[in-house]
């Protein structure tokens, strides 16, 4: 993986936005970190918000997600159908480092 996002450190909560361009129907998003073993397991305490464009609602609330090299450090966060313009992933704890860590971000629909 070539790309990466962190938050800033120790300055929780961390948050993530991601424009869709367009409103889209999404059942799911992929959080990845590096999957290289280097990357101990780690448990990032994340919430999932949307909007269509004017306000952020909560799509998925505040839950711990498990990273582990041994599966490729990727977690998976399923929720009811709903258009959204754009997502924002906030991080509030993260057991292996103290800001959120994002590697690769995928969305996906119906």
């Known amino acids: 993986m070539t790309t990466y996002w962190e938050g800033a450190p120790n300055t929780y909560p961390n948050t ?29 305490t994340l919430s999932l918000l949307g909007t269509d464009g004017s306000t952020f609602t909560t799509l998925v609330a505040s839950r711990g997600a498990t990273f582990d090299p041994a599966s490729s450090n990727t977690a998976t966060i399923t929720f009811a159908a709903t258009a959204q313009r754009f997502l924002r992933l906030s991080v509030t704890a993260n057991t292996g480092w103290p800001a959120g860590q994002v590697s690769e971000l995928e969305v996906y629909g119906p």
Do not use: F
Request: charged content about 10%.
């Open 16 to 44: 993530l936005t991601v424009a869709l361009g367009a409103n889209h129907n999404i059942t799911s998003v992929v959080v990845k970190l590096n999957p290289d073993p280097i990357w101990g397991a780690r448990t990032q």
